[in-house]
């Protein structure tokens, strides 16, 4: 077996000066392959030869030359084995609408996973801000609730005194006050705890938040359904329940509201409208996070993280403020009753 002719040679390698010579270490593997492919354009090595090991030696030169593929050839083998691997390389041409889906549904997954970071901030931030006023109702809304109730009854005793529309409407007005006080300062909010959510947590509501968010639905019936596991998935989360965030997923697995239907048409549109949903449903989580900042309560933590860097607990000052003006009322009303009761 002798060398190929240099018109079935590759016409251009890397470097000129080393094309009669693929064993040198300046010829790269690419090449070398080039070669092999070159000796077999030219009839000196058959595809029994290749096909029957995994390298071939190149003839005079004592180098192994490894087989990445397998060659074909269909002008000199037309058995029906060369016709399937050809036939197996055609890939059918996407149709435009095709390529369009495509495209949407890389756009629609992306902004899935934009969605369900900025839902988990969300729930963050509701649940810190949460945990945070029940720390400040445990730790000075009790105190403002006692302060109100000693307003109270001064103002009541004021109007029984005096007896005027005006006193009485101030006593009433005084009365509601110190009632809402107390509602706020031993209420369901004062029994929240501090939420710090587990990376275990985080990965899973994201999870939950990219399969059963409401905004991928596809109709009315999926969105509510959606809609219930999505509320219940929220309070899981401020409960630190992964148990439960696990089985809501689960359960919306394995129900008939996941199964999707076929058709291109009919899938792109789809498509199309979960991700208008999606955007529609992040415009609102932005505001939402807005408003939430912008609220007392976040303000306060706000102030409270600030002079914490400080080496200050500003819900312990504004508790100790509290208590000071709870003494102040208290000895006005001892001096009221004193004086009503020397009347």
């Excluded at 036939?87 to 390529?99: F, K, W, Y």
Aim: with cysteine; charged share 30%.
């Amino acid at each position: 077996m002798g060398w190929p002719k240099q018109s079935s040679l590759p016409k251009r390698v890397c470097d000129p000066r080393y094309v009669a010579d693929p064993t040198s270490h300046r010829c790269c593997d690419f090449h070398r392959v080039r070669w092999l492919s070159a000796f077999w354009n030219a009839g000196e090595i058959s595809n029994t030869e290749i096909n029957a090991t995994e390298s071939f030696s190149l003839p005079g030169s004592g180098f192994s030359v490894p087989l990445l593929t397998q060659m074909g050839h269909p002008e000199r083998e037309r058995g029906g084995q060369d016709k399937q691997a050809m036939n197996a390389q055609i890939v059918r041409r996407l149709s435009p609408e095709e390529e369009e889906l495509a495209k949407k549904r890389d756009e629609l997954v992306l902004l899935q996973a934009e969605l369900a970071e900025r839902e988990l901030f969300l729930a963050n931030l509701r649940a810190e801000l949460t945990a945070f006023e029940g720390r400040y109702l445990r730790e000075v809304g009790v105190l403002y609730a006692e302060l109100d109730d000693w307003k109270a009854k001064i103002a009541q005793m004021v109007a029984e005194d005096e007896g005027t529309v005006e006193a009485r409407s101030a006593a009433t007005e005084a009365r509601t006050q110190a009632e809402e006080s107390y509602s706020a300062a031993h209420g369901e909010a004062a029994r929240a705890t501090e939420f710090t959510p587990s990376p275990e947590l985080k990965k899973l509501y994201r999870d939950v938040a990219k399969r059963v968010h409401p905004d991928l639905a596809t109709d009315e019936a999926d969105r509510a359904h959606r809609e219930r596991s999505m509320a219940e998935a929220n309070r899981a989360y401020q409960q630190s329940d992964i148990d439960a965030l696990r089985r809501i997923l689960e359960e919306y697995e394995s129900s008939p509201e996941s199964v999707q239907g076929t058709g291109v048409a009919a899938d792109l549109v789809r498509v199309i409208r979960q991700i208008r949903q999606l955007h529609t449903r992040l415009v609102q989580i932005e505001l939402e996070i807005v408003s939430l900042g912008a609220s007392d309560i976040a303000k306060l933590k706000i102030k409270a993280e600030e002079v914490s860097d400080q080496g200050r607990n500003l819900l312990a000052e504004m508790a100790r403020d509290v208590k000071r003006r709870i003494d102040n009322e208290s000895r006005r009303f001892e001096t009221l009753s004193a004086k009503k009761r020397g009347q």
